[in-house]
C-alpha cells in the first residue's frame, strides 16, 4: 500500500515529523515501510503559464514560438516543439534558472536563431511515471485544466512535495489497505487525532428503489449489497488533486466516476464498482454463475464461467465478476448519464478462489480477499455519492438500495492486567493501558481490579483474542520497552539424543578422513529410484503430486545417485578426485498409491572417485579402489564401536564382483549397508571414472553403536608373532581363511591379518598365496615356543582340512 | 736402536702428516703400530739390550708410539668430522617442496552453523527434536493455526504429494509433534533444524529446498522478556559479544505477539554496523497449545524460527543459495576447518 504522506495528512496531523521518521515509527510499530518515493524527483522554479499566441517558427517546421505569460507582468518568448501546444492553454512552464530532474539547468537558449526564455514542459519531463500518467497526457506537453492559477509553482499543482511511504503489510493488517486505516495507525503511534471525511450528502429527486431493486442468492456468499442510483452525470476528468492523489498511490487517472471509486476505494478500503444504470438493468442480483455461462470483463477477455463464480447480474443477465471484474457490457463510458453504484461485502474465501481460478487479481479483489471493514460498505458508498455529486454534477437519488444478513457488531473482549504484565514480563499500570486504547481509537469499558473490556473496531478484524489485545499493548508500549529475562524455573540438562551423537560423531569421522559432506536435494528424477534399491525393494516412490520439474519429481529412495549426479557436476569441472558423504533421508512408502505417511530412512552414502593422492613428491597418486572405501566405513563402524562382517552378495547397481553387503554382527539377519564399485553400465550411464559407493541405514545403528571408549590394560608379557603363506584356490575369500584361523588356533591367538596375497608364476593359474601374520599371548605370562608352535601346527592343520591349503615353505 | 726409534718417529709422522683418508690412516696406524708394525718389530729387539739401556729406550719407543698414536687420532678425527660434513651436505634437501599433509573434509557450511546453534542451545539446556519431512496438512498447516482455506496454504506455495500429505513447509509442525508427545508435560525446551520445502523457482537468493531452525520454549510463566533474553543470549553467541538486537512487531499465525527480530551486523566492507533481519519468534497462540493439549491458562511459550541458509551467506559472505546445494568441490574444501 503506498501512502502518500500529504494526502495522510488530511485525516491526521504529521506536522514535527518527517517523513523518514514516521516511516521509521510505523516500523518499529509492526508495519514494515520499504521504501520512501519522493514524489519531486528534482523540479524547481516550474510555474503555471498561460500560452497567449503561438507562431511558427521562421527556420523549422516543427518548432513554435510561443508567448507566455508567467503571472509576472512580464510576456516570456518560448521555443517549443510539441505537437499539442496551442493558444489559451495552462502550461508548466520551467523558466530560466529552474531546474529539471536530472539537474537540467534552464538558460536562456537561441532556438534556430530564435530567442527561447524558457521551457514548456511535457509530464515525464517533469519526472512524473509515465505509466500512470492518463492518456491523454502521455504524449506532448502536459496541458492544466484552465482553471489552474497563473505563476502557481507546478510541484504544488501536481501534488509533487510528497513522500510516499510503501506501506509492506502482513496479512493481518488488512485494515491498513486505506489511507484511514493508516490514518488510525499513524494517530495511534504519534498519539494524534484522527479527522475522518465529510459524507454529507445532498440526496435528490426520487427514490433510488423506484430505478434499482437489489436480490442476493446466497448471503453466506455476500452478506451485505447496497446500491446508490446516480443520475444525469457529466463524465469529464476528475480534479487534478484527486489526479495528483491516484498517481501518488499508483492508481492511473481515469476519468471522475472510475477515478472516484477508486480514490474512495484508496480511502475506505472498501471496493465500489459503477455500472452503467441503463445498460445494467433495472433488477440487479447476485448470485453464483451457472454452469455454460460467459461474461466478457473489462478486459476485453471472455470468461468462462462456473458455479463456483459469483456474479451480479441485470435482469439475470452476468454483469459483474463479484469483487474481482466488471463487465465489458455495463462499463462507464462518456456515453453515460445515470450510474449505479455498488458497495458490497462479498466472502473474502468466494473472491479469492474466483480470482485464482480466473487469473485476474485486481486492487478490488485483493481488499474483498482479506475481508473488508462491514461497516465502510455504506460510509464508503456515502462518500463516492457525495463526491460523484461534487465532482461528476450527478444527482444522487434518495435512499440506499440493498439486502444484508445480520447486524455489524463491535467485538468486546477482556483483558486482564496482570495476564498481560505476566505474558509480556512487564510492569505497565492499567492506566498506561487505557491510554494506549485511547490511540488505538479502541473503546474501553470501566476497569474493575485487573480487568478491563475492550470494544474493537470492526476495521480491526483481526483481533479476536486478548492475547491480540497484548500484542496491540505491546507494539504501541514499544517491543523495546520489553525488558530482556531469564527464563525462571527448574534447569534443564541439555543434550544430544544417540542418534544425533552416532550422526555428529559419523561426521566427525569422515571428515578427519579427508571425506567431504555433500548435502543434495531430496527431489530427484523416477530412473533415480529404480537403481541402488537395497533399501527399497520392497517399497514404492512417493511422487509429487505438481513438481516443478519432471527432474524433481519424486522423493529420493536411495542417495547413492544424488551423489552420483554430484560427482558428475564436479566431473565437468574438472574436480575428479572426490570423496564425498551425506548424511540424509530417504523416503519409501509401503503403498503403491500414497495415503499415510512414507517410512523416512536415514542413510549415510560415501563416494570416492579418482586418486587417492594429489601426486606431491614422494607420494606418487594412484586409483582409488575398493579397498579405500571399504576402510573408510570399516573406519566409521570403528568409530561407533560396532563389528560387521561383509558379505560378496552383488547388491543392486553395484559391480557383482566387486561389492558386498554389511550386517551387523549383533544382528547378522538385517542388511545396514552396501557398498562397491559402481556397475560398469550404471558408471556409463551417470558419465563417471571408476566410482566407489556405499551407503548405509544409520537408523539401524543407533541402538547398537557403543560410541564411548573402552579401555583395556596395557598387555605385560611379550606377544610372539609368526608368518605363514598358504597356497588356496583363487576364488577362496580370505575372510574365510581369517575364520578358520582363529577357529582353530585356540585362545591364545590375539590377531590375524592377512599382509599379502600373491598369484603369478610361482603359483598354479588357479590358486593364490595368502600370507597371514598370526599374533600370539598369553595375559600372564610368556609363551613358550612349544605353545606357539603347537597352535601354528593346529592352524595349519585346520586350513589343510578345510581348504586343501598348502603351507609355503 | 735409539737412532731407528727416532728414525721411524720422523718417517711416521712425516708419512702420517700427508695422510689422505680414512683407509690410508688405517694402513699406516697398521704399519707402524700393527702386531706386525714397524714399531711392534723394533720393540722386540728390547730383548738384546742391557739393563740400563732398557728403560731409557722404553722411554723413548713410549714417547715415540705416544707420538705416533697422537698423530693418529688426530687424523681419524679430522676425517671422522670431514665424513660426516660430507655426509650432511649430501644429505641436504629442498625444503620447499610441499609437505604431505593431513587429509581433511568439510563438514558442510550449512551443517556447521546448524552445529553451532545447536551447542549453543545444548548450552543453555535444549534438546534437538526431529520430524518428519513429509508431513500432514493438520501438523503442517491446521495445528498451527492456518485452517483450510488460510490464504497462506495455496496449493502453489507447497509441495503436496496427496491432499493430506506434503512437504513439510516450515520446521513449526516439529513443535506441534513434540507438544504431543510431551503429552501436557512443561518446561518443554527444544529446538529443530532441519529441511524444509517451498515452491520457489530457485536463484541466487531462493531455494525450493531450505533449512530451518525452530525453537520452542513452554512452562508456566513463560514470558516475551524471556523470548527476548533469549535470543539475546544466542545472537550474542553467534555474531560475537558486542551484538544488539532489536525487535519489532510483526505476524505469524501461530505466535501472537509476533516480532521480527534484528541484530546489529557490520557488512563486509561497511565502517558502521546496521540492523539486519534474522529470525521471526512470538509468543506461542494459545489456539496452538490448546490444540496440543496444553491449556492456555496455565502454560504459555515462546517460539522462534531462523532461516539457516541466510545464516550461512551472511557468516561466509555466500552469495549465491545454490553454492550449498551444488556440492562443487571447489567449495565444500574451503570448509575444511575445525
Known amino acids: 500500500m503506498k501512502v502518500s504522506t500529504q494526502w495522510l495528512s488530511e485525516y491526521v496531523s504529521i506536522e514535527g515529523v518527517t517523513p523518514e521518521q514516521l516511516a521509521e515509527k510505523i516500523t518499529r510499530s509492526g508495519i514494515e515501510i520499504d521504501e520512501i518515493e519522493q514524489r519531486n524527483q528534482g523540479v524547481t522554479g516550474v510555474v503555471v503559464g498561460y500560452v497567449k499566441h503561438k507562431e511558427k517558427h521562421p527556420d523549422a517546421d516543427k518548432l513554435n514560438v510561443c508567448t507566455v505569460d508567467v503571472g509576472t507582468g512580464e510576456d516570456l518568448q518560448i521555443v517549443c516543439g510539441a505537437k499539442n501546444v496551442d493558444a489559451g492553454q495552462k502550461v508548466p512552464v520551467a523558466v530560466v534558472g529552474a531546474v529539471l530532474p536530472g539537474n537540467f539547468k534552464i538558460k536562456n537558449a537561441k532556438l534556430r536563431g530564435v530567442a527561447s526564455q524558457g521551457m514548456i514542459c511535457s509530464a515525464s519531463e517533469l519526472g512524473m511515471n509515465d505509466k500512470l500518467l492518463p492518456k491523454d497526457q502521455q504524449e506532448g506537453i502536459l496541458v492544466l485544466p484552465e482553471n489552474t492559477e497563473l505563476g502557481l509553482p507546478i510541484t504544488q499543482v501536481l501534488g509533487l512535495d510528497d513522500a510516499v511511504l510503501e506501506f509492506d503489510l502482513t496479512p493481518n493488517r488488512s485494515d491498513c489497505l486505506s489511507m484511514i486505516g493508516a490514518a488510525y495507525e499513524t494517530a495511534a503511534i504519534l498519539g494524534r487525532e484522527v479527522k475522518l471525511p465529510s459524507i454529507d450528502l445532498i440526496e435528490s429527486g426520487s427514490a433510488a428503489s423506484e430505478k434499482v431493486s437489489v436480490s442476493i442468492e446466497d448471503e453466506s456468499l455476500c452478506s451485505h449489497y447496497a446500491i446508490r442510483y446516480i443520475s444525469d452525470v457529466k463524465i469529464g476528468p476528475s480534479p487534478q488533486w484527486m489526479q495528483n492523489r491516484l498517481m501518488a498511490a499508483g492508481v492511473r487517472p481515469t476519468n471522475n466516476v472510475v477515478d472516484i471509486t477508486n480514490y474512495v476505494m484508496l480511502e475506505c478500503g472498501q471496493p465500489l464498482h459503477a455500472f452503467d444504470a441503463d445498460k445494467l438493468g433495472s433488477q440487479i442480483g447476485v448470485r453464483a454463475a451457472r454452469e455454460g455461462e460467459v461474461l466478457t470483463t473489462l478486459d476485453g477477455q471472455e470468461r468462462k464461467l462456473d458455479p463456483s463464480m459469483l456474479l451480479i447480474t441485470g435482469n439475470d443477465t452476468p454483469a459483474a465478476l463479484a469483487g474481482v471484474m466488471g463487465g465489458l457490457a455495463t462499463e462507464v463510458t462518456d456515453a453515460t448519464v445515470n450510474i449505479a453504484l455498488e458497495s458490497a461485502k462479498f466472502s473474502g474465501s468466494s473472491v479469492r478462489k474466483t480470482s485464482r481460478k480466473l487469473g485476474l487479481r485486481s486492487e478490488a479483489s485483493l481488499r474483498f480477499e482479506k475481508e473488508v471493514d462491514p461497516s465502510a460498505v455504506i460510509a464508503a458508498l456515502d462518500r463516492a455519492a457525495l463526491l460523484l455529486s461534487r465532482h461528476a454534477s450527478g444527482s444522487v437519488q434518495h435512499g440506499v438500495v440493498e439486502q444484508r444478513s445480520g447486524q455489524i457488531q463491535e467485538q468486546k473482549i477482556t483483558l486482564s492486567l496482570s495476564k498481560l504484565n505476566r505474558y509480556l514480563g512487564t510492569d505497565i499500570s492499567m492506566l498506561e493501558v487505557k491510554a494506549i486504547f485511547a490511540r488505538l481509537n479502541f473503546k474501553c469499558g470501566d476497569s474493575a481490579q485487573d480487568q478491563l473490556e475492550i470494544q474493537v473496531p470492526t476495521r480491526r478484524g483481526d483481533i479476536m483474542h486478548d492475547v491480540d489485545l497484548i500484542e496491540e499493548v505491546a507494539r504501541i508500549h514499544g517491543y523495546d520497552q520489553i525488558p530482556t529475562t531469564v527464563i525462571e524455573g527448574p534447569t534443564t540438562p541439555g543434550a544430544y539424543s544417540k542418534s544425533q551423537a552416532v550422526r555428529y560423531a559419523v561426521r566427525r569421522r569422515l571428515t578427519s578422513g579427508g571425506f567431504h559432506e555433500a548435502i543434495t536435494y531430496s527431489f530427484t528424477r523416477p530412473e533415480n529410484t529404480q537403481v541402488f534399491t537395497a533399501f527399497s525393494a520392497d517399497s514404492h516412490a512417493v511422487p509429487l503430486a505438481m513438481p516443478m520439474s519432471e527432474d524433481r519429481s519424486v522423493l529420493r529412495t536411495t542417495l547413492v545417485p544424488l551423489l552420483l549426479e554430484s560427482a558428475q557436476y564436479n566431473r565437468n569441472r574438472k574436480n575428479s578426485d572426490l570423496s564425498f558423504f551425506e548424511i540424509g533421508k530417504v523416503f519409501h512408502a509401503s503403498e503403491q498409491k500414497v495415503t499415510i505417511q512414507p517410512i523416512e530412512r536415514m542413510m549415510l552414502g560415501l563416494l570416492l572417485t579418482g586418486n587417492r593422492n594429489d601426486g606431491t613428491v614422494g607420494a606418487a597418486s594412484r586409483k582409488v579402489d575398493f579397498f579405500d572405501l571399504k576402510g573408510a566405513v570399516e573406519s566409521v563402524l570403528e568409530e561407533l564401536g560396532l563389528s560387521v562382517e561383509f558379505r560378496a552378495d552383488a547388491p543392486d547397481g553395484f559391480h557383482p564382483g566387486r561389492s558386498a553387503s554389511l550386517y551387523l554382527k549383533q544382528a547378522p539377519s538385517q542388511r545396514i549397508g552396501v557398498l562397491g564399485q559402481l556397475h560398469p553400465q550404471l558408471q556409463r550411464d551417470y558419465d563417471l571414472d571408476d566410482t566407489y559407493a556405499a551407503e548405509l541405514c544409520l537408523d539401524e545403528l543407533y541402538s547398537y553403536a557403543a560410541p564411548e571408549i573402552e579401555y583395556r590394560d596395557l598387555p605385560r608379557y611379550p606377544s610372539a608373532q609368526r608368518d605363514i603363506a598358504v597356497v588356496v584356490d583363487l576364488s577362496l575369500e580370505a575372510g574365510k581363511l581369517i575364520e578358520v584361523v582363529r577357529q582353530s588356533a585356540g585362545e591364545l591367538l590375539q590377531d590375524v591379518n592377512v599382509f599379502d596375497v600373491y598369484t603369478g608364476d610361482r603359483v598354479a593359474s588357479d590358486k593364490k598365496s595368502v600370507a597371514l601374520a598370526l599374533t600370539y599371548r598369553h595375559a600372564e605370562r610368556t609363551l613358550t615356543d612349544e605353545e606357539v608352535a603347537t597352535a601354528q601346527q593346529q592352524v595349519v592343520q585346520a586350513l589343510e582340512e578345510n581348504f586343501a591349503a598348502e603351507l609355503r615353505k | ?338
Open chain 2, 1 to 338: 736402536m735409539r737412532e731407528r726409534l727416532e728414525e721411524l718417529k720422523v718417517e711416521a709422522l712425516e708419512q702420517l702428516s700427508s695422510v689422505a683418508d680414512a683407509k690410508q690412516l688405517d694402513e699406516l696406524r697398521v704399519k707402524y703400530q700393527g702386531k706386525k708394525g714397524k714399531l711392534t718389530e723394533i720393540l722386540r729387539g728390547m730383548g738384546g739390550l742391557s739393563a740400563e739401556e732398557r728403560p731409557v729406550i722404553g722411554q723413548l719407543a713410549n714417547e715415540v708410539r705416544d707420538a705416533i698414536d697422537a698423530a693418529v687420532s688426530a687424523h681419524a678425527e679430522r676425517f671422522e668430522r670431514e665424513d660426516t660434513e660430507r655426509r650432511l651436505a649430501s644429505e641436504t634437501i629442498d625444503i620447499s617442496l610441499p609437505g604431505r599433509k593431513l587429509s581433511r573434509g568439510a563438514v558442510h557450511p550449512l551443517t556447521r552453523v546448524i552445529e553451532e546453534i545447536e551447542q549453543i542451545f545444548i548450552g543453555m539446556g535444549y534438546r534437538i527434536a526431529e520430524g518428519p519431512e513429509v508431513e500432514t496438512d493438520y501438523h503442517n498447516f491446521e495445528a498451527l493455526n492456518l485452517p483450510k482455506d488460510h490464504p497462506a496454504r495455496d496449493m502453489q506455495d507447497s509441495f503436496y504429494i496427496t491432499e493430506d500429505l506434503l512437504m513439510r513447509t516450515q520446521t513449526s509442525p516439529v513443535q506441534v509433534r513434540t507438544m504431543e508427545a510431551m503429552s501436557g508435560e512443561v518446561p518443554v525446551k527444544i529446538i529443530c533444524p532441519g529441511k524444509v520445502y517451498r515452491r520457489d523457482d530457485d536463484d541466487a537468493t531462493h531455494s525450493f529446498q531450505f533449512n530451518q531452525i525452530e525453537g520452542l520454549v513452554i512452562g508456566k510463566n513463560i514470558r516475551m522478556s524471556d523470548l527476548k533474553g533469549t535470543l539475546l543470549h544466542f545472537m550474542k553467541e553467534l555474531f560475537g559479544s558486542d551484538t544488539e538486537i532489536r525487535m519489532r512487531p510483526s505476524f505469524f499465525p501461530f505466535t501472537e505477539p509476533s516480532a521480527e527480530v534484528d541484530v546489529t551486523y557490520k557488512k563486509k566492507g561497511a565502517t558502521e554496523a546496521g540492523w539486519l533481519e534474522v529470525l521471526g519468534c512470538g509468543m506461542v497462540h494459545p489456539r496452538v497449545l490448546e490444540m496440543s493439549g496444553y491449556d492456555p491458562e496455565q502454560y504459555s511459550g515462546f517460539a522462534f524460527g531462523i532461516g539457516v541458509e541466510r545464516l550461512a551467506m551472511l557468516k561466509y559472505g555466500v552469495d549465491d543459495i545454490r553454492h550449498f546445494y551444488n556440492n562443487d568441490e571447489r567449495f565444500l574444501e574451503q570448509f575444511a576447518r575445525q
